[in-house]
């Protein structure tokens, strides 16, 4: 390796986020290096053996990026992204099944499945679903000379254009709930679509986010089509990483970054730790520093407090987690789990019990509220399983002689640093939590969940998520919350929304870092990509694009391809 290592940009951090932005310039051109810490990239996009043939997703597992401008620009295809969106048929027809609540399946009345549609974007000829959720997730926050009202927000001028019975000014004042008692029938179909947006960004129970935490839910359920890629989503991850290598990109693991180097202000490199397998352990920026780790490693520990101003750093501490963190458990079982009667047939998995915004807000309560270990009886516990109808089948789960996955199945615990007990209290109840949600499964849809029939579980407690992609905070992707006050221009705070710093030369791409967070497969990169084009530090090609509902900064060059 040569003494003097340079590129035009150094990226910290191999997950999904730093990879796709290194994808991102290296086709546009430009020389990268990304830094990362473990032995193999990918973050949360991972999957493991915990013993062989026997595979698991740890974290992320859903497609929640299908609408991203990304598949396009980048064109996966060629680097061996495989999904069949279509296996489920469609959306409203797998929904005609119901919702699963304590006596059975709820079923969808006319009015939820229209309500549904048309807050989806559905009805129209050409349907506008794609165009709403990248005005959304896959567009950068406004300028900050830019005054944000209800005519230049993208998702309101979005409805207003294409389905104006559902625009109105009150949309920003209220909260999921409020929304779908507009435009939905059923108690059960609204929790649903609230419980995919709690686990997935956006709470349903967040005033001021009604659309955001919608958009949260539809992204899973009718443009993900709530499938697993081929492979899983490490399988995804190895497409966009295929990309960026064919590019020119250089990814390194085992290289543990230790400091940002600031000159005279300015990011112009990294030291790495002295255990990073390389001989040299500074590498040098010549255009810019890219953190794609969460906001407080990267101005705590990789910049130095002695380096930001107090007053941010203070407010960088004190962004709010309650997001709520996440226990993953995964089944090993003889004989596949089967649901009894009154679900026979017809629970495949997903959320239960989801009788009522009541059991729901219990479960708001001990998260956000207690914040302590769950009250709630096993029963009434709302949990979240991974089908086994949503794997390739001709992608298995287990190649040894006998068993089956249920992998994973969600759990909302307060996160970690929030516990009432300490910050160790989580991970004491690793064993307890998982025979709590056995019970809760048990007793509910899954008649065949018991020692007979288990052969092993294994549990990731939210400090053993952070432990092992040190990029989450909090111990998930969504960690920070996605409420009206750590949104789109105000996220996480309002010095860094746009992915700049107060340090020239360094810039923010990670989830809990930036606009919009949570699990929005390449919305961080293509947003960051407008920054990085306004401030001269990259040109793509005639291939790139921007979102339709980005404002140019004044003083800058504007990302729009001219016409």
């Known amino acids: 390796m040569p003494k003097d290592e340079r590129y035009d940009f150094v990226i910290v951090g191999g997950g999904p986020n730093g990879v796709t932005l290194a994808a991102y310039l290296a086709k546009s051109g430009a020389s990268v290096c990304v830094l990362e810490e473990r032995p193999e990239a990918g973050g949360a996009c991972e999957n493991t053996e915990p013993i062989a043939g026997v595979k698991i997703n740890p974290h992320a597992i859903m497609l929640y990026g299908a609408p991203a401008p990304g598949f396009e620009q980048l064109e996966l295809w060629k680097y061996g992204w495989r999904i069949d969106e279509n296996e489920m048929g469609d959306l409203m027809a797998d929904a005609s099944r119901g919702v699963a609540c304590s006596f059975g399946m709820s079923p969808l009345t006319e009015k939820d499945q229209l309500g549904f549609a048309k807050m989806a974007g559905l009805l129209t000829q ?103 890629p081929r492979g899983g989503m490490h ?28 000159n005279d202000g300015v990011a112009v490199g990294v030291r790495l730790r002295d255990n990073a397998t390389v001989g040299e352990k500074k590498i040098w920026a010549k255009k810019a520093v890219i953190s794609g780790v969460d906001v407080r490693q990267t101005f705590n520990k990789l910049v130095g407090p002695s380096h ?99 992998s994973p199945v969600y759990f909302l615990v307060p996160p970690p640093e929030y516990h009432v007990d300490g910050p160790d209290a989580i991970n004491k109840i690793k064993d307890q939590i998982t025979q709590y949600i056995i019970k809760a499964m048990s007793s509910g849809p899954y008649e065949n969940l018991n020692s007979d029939n288990i052969i092993h579980v294994w549990t990731n407690s939210p400090y053993d998520s952070e432990f092992r992609n040190t990029g989450l905070i909090g111990g998930t992707w969504c960690g920070t919350r996605h409420c009206r006050d750590q949104w789109a221009e105000k996220r996480p705070v309002p010095e860094l929304a746009r992915y700049r710093t107060p340090i020239d030369g360094l810039y923010l791409c990670n989830q809990t870092s930036c606009h919009p967070g949570g699990l929005f497969l390449q919305a961080i990169p293509y947003n960051l990509m407008h920054i990085l084009i306004e401030d001269g530090l990259v040109e793509p090609g005639p291939w790139w694009y921007s979102s339709p509902y980005y404002i140019p900064q004044q003083g800058k060059k504007s990302a729009k391809r001219p016409q």
């Open 308 to 406: 930001v101003d107090r007053g941010l750093l203070q407010r960088v501490n004190d962004i709010s987690l309650k997001g709520g963190s996440i226990f993953n458990f995964h089944f090993y079982t003889r004989e596949r789990l089967e649901a009894r009667k009154p679900w026979a047939g017809k629970f495949l998995g997903g959320g239960y019990p989801q009788d009522s915004r009541e059991i729901y807000y219990d479960h708001v309560a001990d998260v956000d509220g207690r914040k302590g270990n769950p009250t709630v009886p096993p029963e009434r516990a709302l949990w979240l399983s991974t089908p086994y109808v949503r794997f390739e089948p001709t992608d298995r789960q287990v190649t040894r002689p006998e068993g089956h996955i249920m």
């Open 126 to 228: 050409p349907t506008f679903t794609k165009e709403l959720l990248r005005s959304v997730f896959w567009c950068p926050p406004h300028p900050p000379e830019v005054e944000v009202t209800i005519d230049n927000i993208p998702y309101m001028q979005v409805y207003k254009k294409y389905q104006p019975d559902v625009w109105t000014e009150e949309m920003l004042d209220m909260d999921m709930f409020d929304l779908m008692d507009e435009h939905l029938e059923s108690e059960p179909w609204k929790v649903q679509q609230a419980v995919v947006a709690w686990y997935s960004g956006a709470a349903g129970h967040w005033k001021g986010v009604a659309v955001p935490a919608w958009a949260c839910a539809i992204t899973l359920l009718i443009c993900g089509r709530m499938r697993v």
């Open 235 to 262: 399988d995804y991850f190895h497409a966009v990483m295929r990309c960026a290598l064919a590019h020119g990109a250089v990814v390194r693991t085992c290289c543990p970054v230790d400091e940002i180097i600031l």
